[in-house]
């Protein structure tokens, strides 16, 4: 079984490579579910969506989440109402709100619901949520406030210095089923281009979920999200810095510090290597930039060749 931890896009378009590589039914993604909200009454889990939309073969092509061939004709009549609209929703994406959050509400756990979803959109890897509990990543920023995650993200843009991130929840929170067994059992436990702040340290912070990777007889492979010191896409330079993070792919390399055995960089950033490796982290440099299909099933095949090797 191979095991990757996973926020949304970028984890997605790794996930699309893994599941090529090898058997998809070999692959569990534990999800972050920090970025979860509520809207308009519905349970809405951005990240769990993208990686649905896009191995569902679904996803919107340009903007890399939400479906293609959207309409918003719901999001558009509330207007009418005077609903802010910050955080769209199109009519084909409410749908999957509206049974999910019909489903949660029937007292059904998030970890059920989501097989229930992926099975609906034809996926055959785990998509495990990090915890079935409500947790709620909450940015607190330099000039005071407290807000959720898509305040700061979508409607804010990233734009507030950001003095703290934690996970609200997390205290109680236990990880979902299947997820610490998914780690411990691994053959290889994959940490996804993804947001070190928001997307991985989120799963991380559910309890026993980072004693498990530190734990785990398997080899711990991560794929740096920064590629010539810049985020591919989103905002995670904003949010580096707040953790004490360089924006580079040796700085996320060494903000992860212990938990990595491997850590795979771009061949824009082979000059890091030996950094990471200095480290006690066994580098591989390699195209990771995975617009192609073909490049992301070719970096997943390199993560499991190092994972390999350093399983031996
Ligand atoms: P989000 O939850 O939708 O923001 O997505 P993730 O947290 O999974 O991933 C966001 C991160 O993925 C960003 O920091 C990007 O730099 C990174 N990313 C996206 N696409 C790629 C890619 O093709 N290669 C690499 N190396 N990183 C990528
Ligand atoms: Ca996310």
């Known amino acids: 079984m191979f095991t990757v931890l996973a926020g949304g896009v970028g984890a997605a378009r790794f996930l ?10 070999q692959v569990a993604a534990i999800v972050n579910v920090g970025d979860d ?22 996803v919107h092509p340009e903007q890399q989440w939400g479906r ?5 004709t719901v999001s558009e009549e509330l207007a009418r109402f005077g609903h802010d609209p910050w955080f769209t929703l199109g009519d084909r994406d409410l749908a999957l709100h509206l049974h999910r959050t019909l489903r949660l509400r029937e ?17 055959d890897l785990r998509l495990l949520p990090a915890t079935d509990d409500e947790v709620e990543t909450r940015i607190l920023t330099q000039d005071g406030r407290d807000l959720h995650f898509q305040e700061y993200w979508v409607r804010e843009r990233a734009a507030p ?12 929170a236990r990880p979902a089923p299947g997820v610490i067994e998914a780690i411990l059992d691994a053959d290889a436990v994959i940490l996804a281009p993804s947001n070190p702040v928001v997307s991985i340290d989120t799963i991380l912070d559910v309890p026993g979920v980072r ?17 010539g010191g810049k985020v591919v896409r989103g905002m995670a330079h904003r949010l580096l ?13 060494a903000y992860y510090g212990d938990l990595l055995d491997g850590w795979l960089i771009d061949t824009q950033d082979e000059d890091q290597a030996p950094q990471v490796e200095r480290g006690g982290v066994r580098c591989r440099v390699t195209d990771t930039m995975m617009d192609d299909p ?18 031996r």
């Open 161 to 172: 210095e950001v003095a703290h991130v934690r996970l609200a929840g997390a205290d109680t």
């Open 294 to 311: 073909e490049v992301a099933t070719a970096l997943a095949r390199t993560c499991l060749d190092l994972a390999e090797e350093l399983g």
């Open 241 to 253: 810095p707040a953790v004490g993070a360089e924006v580079t792919a040796a700085g996320v390399a």
């Open 68 to 72: 293609a061939d959207e309409r918003f």
């Open 107 to 123: 007292g059904v756990p998030l970890s059920a619901v989501t097989a229930e979803v992926t099975r609906a959109f034809g996926l």
């Open 37 to 58: 909200l509520h809207r308009f009454g519905l349970r809405i889990c951005p990240d769990l969506d993208s990686i649905t939309y896009w191995l569902g073969g679904v």
């Open 16 to 25: 699309r490579g893994l599941t090529r590589a090898v058997d998809p039914r």
């Open 211 to 227: 004693e498990a990777i530190a734990g785990t007889p398997a080899p711990v492979i991560g794929v740096s999200p920064i590629v």
